[in-house]
């Protein structure tokens, strides 16, 4: 009987301490990227400003396109400023860990690699992995398998899905890794790659842009689902987003940006 007492007690201990060390959801959400935004007044968003048409820059050199307009309609529902902060592509995630931004909107593909760093919203664009090819070099080419052969040369922008489905499907190839998308069309169309590997409308662009030089397979060859990345774990910012996602696909805001801005492009 003493001995059952005894061992009470401390279980008793155990869960009080337990009990103290408690985070109440209120604690949480006082801990949260949402309250903090909304305490601050302002959401911080990353993007690279060079990606059209989701972030590019007008002649004054403004941000604008798709991400942008879809980042001003979540800071107007949450009542709060917008900052946007251009930055390279391999920097984003970097930063939404540090919490130099709120939130990576920028033609994000979510995928299992990336989910192990950030937490991700549903995705509110589907596209798929396209190729620009050389019409010097790649004359021969009528399939995307053609490209994993020996002498061939690939183009990739690094961190990239393209790059990371270029290291695992086509290991037979070289792989030329570049900083910008700029610097990856210019090798395909100046004749020193084969083919250059990214989504569906900015193959689409390049190719139209250099005829001559180029061809193009535009039947995507993967599933690339766009989605907005947030620190990992902040439930309540997530549960927010896609709330605010399916509110906006359900009242006709999400069909009035993808008519502005890539109706024109998807369907010309």
Request: glycine share 8%; proline share 3%; net charge neutral.
């Amino acid at each position: 009987m003493r001995r059952a007492l005894i061992v009470a007690v401390m279980m008793g201990m155990v869960w009080a301490s337990v009990g103290a060390q408690a985070v109440t959801p209120h604690e949480i959400f006082q801990a949260s990227t949402l309250n903090q935004i909304l305490q601050r007044g302002t959401l911080i968003v990353g993007m690279e400003v060079e990606y059209y048409p989701f972030e590019y820059a007008d002649t004054k050199g403004e941000p604008m396109g798709f991400d942008v307009d879809l980042a001003k309609l979540i800071a107007q529902e949450l009542g709060v400023k917008l900052e946007i902060k251009d930055m390279e592509w391999t920097g984003l995630i970097p930063a939404l860990q540090s919490g130099k931004v709120d939130l990576v909107i920028s033609g994000m593909t979510r995928t299992l690699e990336r989910a192990k760093a950030v937490t991700f919203t549903e995705p509110y664009f589907t596209t798929g992995l396209c190729v620009l090819l050389s019409a010097k070099r790649a004359a021969d080419v009528s399939s995307v398998e053609d490209l994993n052969a020996s002498g061939r040369i690939l183009a990739v922008k690094t961190g990239t899905t393209g790059d990371l489905v270029a290291t695992k499907r086509f290991p037979n190839a070289t792989i030329n890794r570049f900083k910008d998308e700029t610097a990856c069309v210019r090798e395909v169309v100046e004749g020193r790659a084969d083919a250059f590997f990214y989504d569906q409308i900015s193959i689409a662009k390049h190719h139209s842009q250099n005829k001559s030089t180029t061809r193009a397979i535009l039947e995507p060859f993967t599933y690339e689902p766009f989605a907005m990345a947030l620190r990992k774990g902040d439930f309540d910012f997530l549960n927010w987003l896609n709330t605010f996602l399916d509110t906006i696909k359900g009242d006709g805001r999400y069909d009035a940006l993808y008519k502005k801005h890539l109706g024109a492009v998807i369907h010309p």
